[in-house]
C-alpha cells in the first residue's frame, strides 16, 4: 500500500514536470528573438519646472538636468529622455536621447533649439557608453540613475525618482 501512495504522488506530479519544462522551453525561445527598437516620439520642448538637475562629476562646471515630463520606457526597454546641460558660460544644450541598459549604449534621436523646436539628429545610430570619460553624462544616467547594476529602472516613475533621491 505505501508503495501505492508513492506512485500515485509521482503520476499526480509529472504534469507539474512536463508544464515546467515547456515554461524553460519557451524562455529559452523567447531569448533568440531579435532586439526590435520602438519608433521613438519626440516629446514636448522641456519646460524648466518639470527640469530635474543630476550629478556628473564635480570636475565639470556645466550643469545637468533631465526633463521629468520627457522620461519612458518603451516595451523595447529603452530608457528615453531629453537632457538639458548648462554650460559654466550660460550657452544651453538640448537633446532627446536613449539608454539600453542591457547593452550600455546610447542613442541620440534629436537635437533642441531655442525656439522649442526640434532637430532630428544625422547620425542616430547606437554607441557604447562603457568606454566614456568620468565626464560623461550617459555614464552617469547609465551607471548611478537609468541602469543601476545594468538593471533598467522599470518606468519613468521609478527613474524620476532615483533622479530626486540622488540629485542635487
Same mark, same amino acid.
Not at 94 to 120: I, N, Q
Not at 141 to 147: A, G, K, P, V
Given at each position: 500500500?505505501?508503495?501505492?501512495?508513492?506512485?500515485?504522488?509521482?503520476?499526480? *506530479?509529472?504534469?507539474?514536470? $512536463?508544464?515546467?519544462?515547456?515554461?524553460?522551453?519557451?524562455?529559452?525561445?523567447?531569448?533568440?528573438?531579435?532586439?526590435?527598437? @520602438?519608433? $521613438?516620439?519626440?516629446?514636448?520642448?522641456?519646460?524648466?519646472? #518639470?527640469?530635474?538637475?543630476?550629478? @556628473?562629476?564635480?570636475?565639470?562646471?556645466?550643469?545637468?538636468?533631465?526633463?521629468?515630463?520627457?522620461?519612458? @520606457?518603451?516595451?523595447?526597454? &529603452?530608457? !528615453?529622455?531629453? @537632457?538639458?546641460?548648462?554650460?559654466?558660460?550660460?550657452?544651453? #544644450?538640448?537633446? +532627446?536621447?536613449?539608454?539600453? *541598459?542591457?547593452?550600455?549604449?546610447?542613442?541620440? +534621436?534629436?537635437?533642441?533649439?531655442?525656439?522649442?523646436?526640434?532637430?532630428?539628429? !544625422?547620425?542616430?545610430?547606437?554607441?557604447?557608453?562603457?568606454?566614456?570619460?568620468?565626464?560623461?553624462?550617459?555614464?552617469?544616467?547609465?551607471?548611478? +540613475?537609468? *541602469?543601476?547594476?545594468?538593471? #533598467? &529602472?522599470? #518606468?519613468?516613475?521609478?527613474?524620476?525618482?532615483?533622479?530626486?533621491?540622488?540629485?542635487?
Amino acid at each position: 500500500m505505501p508503495g501505492m501512495k508513492i506512485l500515485l504522488a509521482l503520476l499526480l *506530479c509529472l504534469p507539474f514536470a $512536463a508544464h515546467a519544462e515547456w515554461l524553460d522551453f519557451d524562455h529559452e525561445f523567447d531569448q533568440d528573438k531579435p532586439w526590435v527598437e @520602438v519608433a $521613438a516620439q519626440l516629446p514636448p520642448y522641456p519646460k524648466p519646472g #518639470n527640469l530635474i538637475p543630476f550629478d @556628473v562629476s564635480s570636475a565639470t562646471r556645466n550643469k545637468f538636468f533631465i526633463d521629468a515630463d520627457s522620461i519612458s @520606457v518603451g516595451s523595447d526597454k &529603452v530608457v !528615453r529622455y531629453t @537632457v538639458v546641460i548648462e554650460a559654466a558660460g550660460g550657452a544651453k #544644450n538640448v537633446s +532627446y536621447e536613449g539608454l539600453r *541598459c542591457e547593452t550600455g549604449e546610447r542613442r541620440l +534621436y534629436a537635437y533642441g533649439h531655442a525656439d522649442g523646436s526640434w532637430s532630428k539628429a !544625422r547620425n542616430a545610430q547606437w554607441e557604447s557608453i562603457r568606454v566614456r570619460s568620468l565626464l560623461s553624462y550617459h555614464k552617469a544616467l547609465y551607471e548611478d +540613475y537609468f *541602469c543601476p547594476d545594468g538593471i #533598467n &529602472v522599470r #518606468n519613468a516613475k521609478e527613474a524620476v525618482e532615483r533622479l530626486r533621491r540622488r540629485g542635487y
